[in-house]
């Protein structure tokens, strides 16, 4: 049982309640997950705990982040069967740029195929130095996706400080431009307005390559920052989800949260309320 920032009886019996209500209405609801670096204390303590726990607010899955690449093939087998028993998903893993070596794509494959992932996500390319250094990392993305697409994998890659020019370009841009078709263009929404990018115009501009999006959000109130709730600060989430559902090719979402006034179950959980309201407006 998770104790350590649990929620109180009382917001965990409101809270759950109204997730089912806001995904009840008609059409096909997009799977939303919770990238459980929302989470990481709690992960870190139990993990078994804190899935069942995340799968029992009403998230659909779930995304691993980096420290999964260390877990042996008998515990990931272990958490696949977790997953199975509640009825949720891994949909992707987090992974620094270890896991796009020749070394290391193999035993990340062999991980994500036991918890069965479907993406392979590039969230830390290490230190890059330049625009030639991003159009490297785009031939890395590049030959992962020719070993991943014959096992039923896919590549992607995560933003967090890529919408910020460098030398007067976007090392994004440079990525899109430059890696197949094939590869996801995670995108995280609130680095993404930080920098001064529109999310809905770079849905639009990158038409089926924005399969997942992270769901965060940003205050310029330099107290808060990302530390808020979903639909506390100023992303634009309607426009964004429609732009990621009519453009995008958007196949699933993930809230993930670096903070708020509430504990992080907590808020995970009414990040969660929010975004079924944001699906239902």
């Known amino acids: 049982m998770i104790t350590r920032d649990s929620l109180s009886r009382r917001s965990l019996i409101k809270l759950a309640?109204?997730?089912?209500?806001?995904?009840?209405?008609?059409?096909?609801?997009?799977?939303?997950?919770?990238?459980?670096?929302?989470?990481?204390?709690?992960?870190?303590?139990?993990?078994?705990?804190?899935?069942?726990?995340?799968?029992?607010?009403?998230?659909?899955?779930?995304?691993?982040?980096?420290p999964y690449y260390d877990w042996t093939l008998d515990y990931a087998k272990m958490v696949r069967t977790l997953l199975d028993d509640l009825s949720i998903r891994c949909y992707s893993t987090h992974n620094g740029a270890k896991s796009f070596t020749a070394e290391g794509l193999p035993r990340a494959?062999?991980?994500?195929?036991?918890?069965?992932?479907?993406?392979?996500?590039?969230?830390?390319?290490g230190r890059v130095q330049g625009l030639d250094g991003w159009r490297t990392v785009a031939e890395t993305l590049n030959r992962a996706s020719e070993q991943l697409r014959p096992l039923g994998l896919r590549a992607g890659f995560h933003n967090h400080?890529?919408?910020?020019?460098?030398?007067?370009?976007?090392?994004?841009?440079?990525?899109?431009?430059?890696?197949?078709?094939d590869v996801m263009l995670q995108l995280d929404v609130g680095p993404c307005i930080e920098a001064g990018m529109d999310p809905v115009a770079w849905i639009n501009q990158n038409p089926g390559r924005i399969r997942s999006l992270h769901c965060k959000d940003w205050s310029p109130d330099a107290d808060k920052g990302f530390k808020v709730l979903l639909g506390e600060g100023v992303a634009p989430w309607k426009k964004i989800l429609q732009a990621a559902?009519?453009?995008?090719?958007?196949?699933?979402?993930?809230?993930?949260?670096?903070?708020?006034?509430?504990?992080?179950?907590?808020?995970?959980?009414?990040?969660?309320?929010?975004?079924?309201?944001?699906?239902?407006?």
């Open 109 to 125: 494959i062999e991980l994500n195929q036991a918890i069965g992932s479907k993406f392979v996500v590039m969230a830390s390319p």
């Open 245 to 281: 559902e009519t453009a995008g090719g958007v196949e699933y979402y993930l809230i993930e949260q670096e903070g708020s006034a509430y504990p992080p179950m907590e808020t995970a959980q009414r990040c969660l309320a929010a975004f079924r309201r944001f699906q239902q407006s």
């Open 161 to 181: 400080t890529e919408f910020v020019p460098v030398e007067g370009k976007r090392p994004m841009e440079i990525l899109a431009a430059n890696t197949s078709k």
């Open 17 to 66: 309640a109204a997730v089912p209500l806001a995904a009840s209405g008609q059409g096909k609801r997009i799977p939303v997950g919770l990238e459980l670096y929302s989470v990481r204390n709690e992960l870190k303590e139990d993990l078994m705990g804190t899935v069942r726990g995340v799968a029992k607010m009403g998230y659909d899955g779930v995304e691993f982040f980096a």
